[in-house]
């Protein structure tokens, strides 16, 4: 048993509206200045049907880094590989590494940045083992980043294969997704389906569109179906645009959103997704002076497994919008989004979107103007990932094409690295499933391994090894079972002064098992401790909960009203704990070290269930702390001034009600998830 002193105890992206919308609408036509979507007025799609077979998005996880073997997710290069040399091959294993499946994966969707040191180069990622094709996936000029999405099939060994065809380039490799192998989705070796530079088809004039046929490229297109394309630019005799439609649909020229922006001397690469029209054909139009175009047709996505749309704007900087009428995202003012600004953007519902059934949606995201190279990221919950949608040089316009999944309250982050710059986000569609609340994400070095068991820890389900789990990520350590009890938490009578003891039931109008804490006015303390190791210096961890706040609950009290602590051994306030006061989550402490903090870290609204996640490195007068709140970054790389831990002390973790006395007013929580894990997807409560 433990010391009874502690009766005692108190309490990170990887970067003027209305003139500068005329300059990009008169440099890049296609691009002026269109109103934000709202719900308001318009039907909201039926939700989407669901699917076997459909698309499981991850936390981007880098697998291959030619500078730095050590960055990737699983250190699975012992040293950098290098740059890549002229016409060199490399193979770059994807199954059963970042959180996709050793068995069972048949697609994968990348994120692949390709820089030239030397000269320029173009780079193409196709399946292992398969004789690679003529086409371009990513096409790189002297010294300019660039970064693309491929959907690409697995091939031999699970590994697709990267070839440089000149020059000397760095790349790095980022999964962010994958189809299983019996998934309705249809891709393989990209097939070239147009080359305006060959066959005698000459380049696109001003205004001129093109019909390209798709179906039976490799494989025969059903009614209803999608295509992802990869569309290539070159050779423009002027600034310009391209944009791609179904055949006999609505004219490209009108459509929102250009899906690919050129200036003389460009060559630049985009995905997309478009739907297939009249004779199993899509349509390219070009909009200012002459420009060659190459599409190679990269997978079928049938209806089942996701649509594509007609561009539909949700975000335009040079404009702002107001918030939605009903939603709780905030309203975005006009201007350029500064480095380390994150924007949250409502997805479902809109443009086309259906309100469920939705796993991820396909964005075109485009970079504006700035004023030195910056990129421009865009994710789902969690924390930022080292990837971006597209890299804009200075005074550039880019369009890139991201496939994103969708945060639990519908929503996506938005944020710039690098220099400020104007964005526009339109939707272009999106992939059937289920929220992906926490998308799957790796296991990260140092942490459990499946078939092992950090040691101190106490399994999430008796008799069950929590770090099995691929869904949870390969890191949960530990986890409350509140449908069998209290089984995970010591005994601490201790804990209990002044209020009932805890009890286990469900959530108020569910089911879903809970444990209640009842706090009646004038009351104390009702604590439980997880039967978890001690907190010390180097650990790294994620801790997530579920909690629901009773109506009437006091959450605006001005007074201290501790939910969880991570309490020092020992007497006197911890260095860490989570407060609800003012309208707020509160992270503080440090009182008793003369170094006390209180950091509002997202509203605690009464009456709603919520999912808090909060990161903690520990060290002693250091360390750091990150939080989410319903999967949005609420804080980043937060130091508390009297560190994480207190010096020569470890640490353990509480959590229930401990508060004033003075506060008179009844309360009751209830937590219907808790856990302990090395990545944020394994603590994001479920």
Not at 31 to 56: D, I, K, M, N, Y
Not at 472 to 488: E, H, I, N
Not at 550 to 577: C, H, M, R, Y
């Amino acid at each position: 048993m433990r010391s009874r002193s502690r009766r005692r105890g108190s309490l990170a992206l990887g970067a003027a509206a209305g003139v500068l919308a005329l300059v990009i609408a008169a440099l890049v036509p296609g691009l002026a200045a269109a109103q934000e979507l709202t719900p308001t007025g318009a039907a909201v799609p039926a939700p989407a049907p669901p699917v076997r077979g459909g698309f499981v998005p991850l936390q981007a996880a880098r697998l291959f880094d030619s500078r730095d073997g050590t960055r990737v997710v699983d250190r699975g290069f012992a040293r950098a590989p290098g740059p890549i040399g002229p016409g060199q091959i490399l193979g770059v294993p994807v199954a059963g590494r970042g959180g996709v499946p050793d068995v069972g994966a048949g697609t994968v969707v990348l994120n692949v940045t390709g820089t030239t040191l030397f000269g320029s180069s173009f780079m193409t990622v196709w399946p292992q083992g398969a004789p690679r094709p003529p086409t371009s996936s990513l096409s790189l000029p002297p010294s300019d980043p660039v970064s693309t999405t491929i959907v690409t099939k697995l091939g031999e060994g699970g590994a697709v294969s990267l070839f440089n065809v000149s020059g000397v380039s760095d790349a790095t490799v980022d999964v962010v997704g994958w189809f299983p192998e019996n998934s309705p989705l249809v891709s393989g070796v990209p097939q070239r389906v147009l080359d305006t530079r060959s066959g005698g088809a000459g380049p696109l004039g001003p205004g001129e569109s093109r019909t390209v046929r798709v179906d039976g490229g490799f494989a025969p297109v059903p009614a209803g179906s999608s295509v992802l394309v990869n569309l290539v630019g070159t050779g423009a005799t002027e600034p310009t645009s391209v944009s791609t439609a179904a055949a006999g649909g609505p004219t490209p020229a009108g459509l929102a959103a250009p899906t690919l922006s050129l200036a003389p001397g460009d060559t630049l690469p985009t995905m997309t997704v478009v739907g297939v029209g009249e004779g199993g054909a899509i349509t390219v139009v070009n909009r200012a002076g002459s420009v060659d175009l190459l599409v190679d047709l990269v997978a079928v996505l049938p209806p089942s497994v996701g649509r594509s749309l007609a561009p539909a704007r949700l975000v335009d900087t040079r404009l702002g919008a107001p918030a939605a009428p009903g939603s709780t995202t905030p309203p975005l003012p006009a201007g350029p989004l500064a480095p380390g600004t994150t924007r949250t953007v409502a997805v479902l519902g809109r443009g086309g979107v259906p309100a469920e059934g939705v796993s991820s949606v396909m964005l075109t995201v485009t970079g504006i103007q700035p004023a030195s190279t910056g990129a421009v990221g865009v994710w789902g919950a969690g924390p930022p990932p080292r990837t971006s949608a597209v890299v804009v040089p200075a005074g550039a316009v880019r369009p890139g094409f991201a496939v994103v999944p969708v945060s639990p309250d519908g929503t996506v982050q938005l944020a710039v690295a690098g220099s400020a710059m104007d964005v526009v986000v339109d939707v272009v569609g999106w992939l059937s499933g289920t929220l992906a609340a926490a998308p799957i994400a790796p296991s990260t070095p140092g942490t459990t391994t499946p078939g092992t068991r950090t040691r101190g820890a106490t399994p999430a389900v008796p008799g069950a090894d929590p770090a099995a789990g691929a869904a949870d990520g390969g890191g949960l350590l530990w986890q409350a079972d509140f449908a069998t009890g209290l089984g995970q938490y010591r005994s601490t009578p201790w804990n209990i002064v002044g209020a009932p003891t805890p009890r286990v039931g469900t959530l108020p109008g569910g089911t879903k098992p809970a444990v209640a804490f009842t706090m009646p006015g004038g009351g104390q303390r009702s604590e439980i401790e997880p039967n978890f190791r001690s907190l010390r210096a180097g650990d790294d961890l994620y801790f997530g909960f579920s909690v629901t706040l009773a109506p009437g609950f006091p959450a605006d009290t001005d007074n201290w009203q501790v939910i969880t602590q991570w309490k020092n051994e020992g007497t006197g306030s911890p260095p860490l704990s989570v407060k609800v006061g003012k309208g707020e989550y509160l992270l503080d402490s440090g009182f008793d070290r003369g170094a006390p903090f209180q950091v509002p870290v997202g509203a605690a609204v009464p009456g709603r269930t919520q999912k808090v996640v909060v990161h903690v490195v520990f060290a002693e007068g250091g360390g750091t702390v990150d939080t989410w709140v319903d999967g949005r970054p609420t804080l980043t790389g937060f130091r508390p001034p009297a560190g994480t831990l207190y010096s020569g002390l470890t640490s353990y973790l509480k959590t229930g009600i401990y508060r004033n006395t003075a506060i008179g007013q009844p309360g009751t929580l209830y937590f219907d998830d808790w856990r302990i894990a090395t990545s944020y997807a394994a603590a994001y409560p479920r």
